[in-house]
């Protein structure tokens, strides 16, 4: 009898300091340390969070991330917002903000078609572009030499067909602008990590469009380090298999592969809409904003299955890939509340709008 109670109670002992550890790994755990080993885990910072203006934010940041991208402030239309003047206050504080936490600083983007400045926008010959070019990315890529670890610095350069899209850039000077952007880069600062970064570019004719892309860069004399997947993506598609050819592709350029800008939206789209074109916006009704008051259980499973799978393959993949990065914090953020539809409630990310871990968020730590 004394024995079955010294077995009773030895057995209640270990359930309990079992389930006190238990909850203190579900306590501590975050993305970071979870994937430390594999890659950096990042997150897209607003202007109001690089300024530290919500101290609940703020921490969630720190505890869960290692990398960090500008949603908007080191854009050309902000960071140089007139052909003799830079404005860097903002950037300073982003990439301060980095070194302080001790986080990798991604920076985006040095060329894109969007968010320029309006005074870019009227460059009208190669003479005036090149001259742009240089002043623009020497400039700011000097600045951060060393504190800023890899840049975009050609953004959404392809149509969707994979031929070249018809930007100011391409316009003067024809498909020589992408070679000399990241030569004028890795002059700027020789040991930042230069990256090719759009959407759509897992799927298979766009992504032969990437890849020539690639291959004319080196081609030139370009350094290019690696490419970025931008990562705006549906609870059903890409497939993948497609997502899984694209890593060994591109990684077979000798090329890292980053996935730099992840969401997943819950909500139809307007026709068979893909990607993260912001000049598409389109009317909204009910039908298509189905979840103002919150997430059903059946969909809230069905984004973490989802995020589980992607993250299955990123971990299968851990050697070919450098980073992944989240478009945003959490959901109450995300550019998707507002596109391609304005004023809706999105669920695309691993916290909710009141900063709480969502079940994806358990679905990739579980991993
Ligand atoms: O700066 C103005 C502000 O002065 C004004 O009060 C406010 C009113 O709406 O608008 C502000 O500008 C907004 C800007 O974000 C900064 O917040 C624009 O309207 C808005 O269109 C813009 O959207 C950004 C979008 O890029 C613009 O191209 C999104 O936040 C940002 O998430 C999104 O990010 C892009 C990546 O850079 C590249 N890949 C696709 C991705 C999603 O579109």
Redesign the pocket.
């Known amino acids: 009898m004394k024995l079955r109670n010294q077995c009773l109670v030895f057995v209640c002992l270990f359930m309990l300091s079992s389930y006190s550890l238990k909850k203190e790994k579900s306590y501590t755990v975050s993305l970071k340390d979870v994937f430390k080993d594999e890659f950096y885990i990042g997150t897209?910072l607003?202007?109001d969070q690089i300024e530290e203006k919500a101290p609940k934010e703020d921490s969630l940041i720190r505890k869960e991330f290692n990398a960090i991208t500008a949603?908007?402030i080191m854009?050309s239309m902000?960071v140089h917002p007139q052909k003799d003047k830079y404005d860097f206050s903002l950037a300073d504080k982003f990439v301060a903000y980095g070194k302080k936490n001790k986080m990798f600083v991604h920076g985006?983007?040095l060329i894109?078609h969007?968010?320029l400045a309006p005074w870019m926008r009227k460059i009208k010959d190669s003479v005036e572009m090149k001259a742009f070019m240089k002043d623009h990315i020497n400039t700011i890529v000097s600045r951060y030499k060393g504190r800023i670890g890899s840049w975009d610095v050609v953004?959404?350069a392809l149509n969707e067909d994979g031929t070249l899209r018809k930007s100011v850039f391409f316009n003067t000077m024809g498909d020589k602008y992408l070679v000399d952007a990241f030569k004028l880069a890795a002059k700027a600062d020789p040991k930042a990590e230069l990256y090719y970064?759009d959407?759509n570019i897992e799927e298979p004719v766009k992504r032969a469009g990437a890849i020539n892309l690639i291959k004319k860069i080196k081609a030139g004399g370009g350094k290019i380090d690696g490419v970025g997947i931008?990562g705006?993506w549906r609870l059903n598609s890409p497939s993948l298999n497609e997502i899984e050819q694209s890593i060994l592709d591109y990684s077979a350029l000798g090329l890292k592969v980053a996935f730099t800008?992840l969401d997943i939206t819950v909500l139809p789209n307007p026709g068979d809409l893909r990607g993260?074109?912001?000049n598409q916006n389109f009317q909204g009704n009910k039908k298509m904003n189905p979840y103002p008051n919150g997430l059903p259980d059946s969909i809230q499973n069905k984004l973490a299955n989802r995020y589980e799978s992607l993250f299955r393959l990123f971990l299968k993949h851990k050697d070919k890939i450098s980073r992944v990065t989240f478009?945003?914090v959490h959901d109450g953020q995300s550019?998707l509340n507002?596109?391609p539809i304005k004023g809706r409630t999105n669920y695309p990310l691993l916290f909710d709008a009141n900063l709480k871990q969502k079940k994806a968020y358990q679905s990739i730590t579980n991993l």
Do not use: I, L, P, R
């Open positions: 897209a607003s202007a949603e908007n854009k902000f985006h983007t894109w969007s968010q953004n959404e970064n959407y931008q705006h800008e993260a074109d912001v478009w945003g550019w507002d596109w």
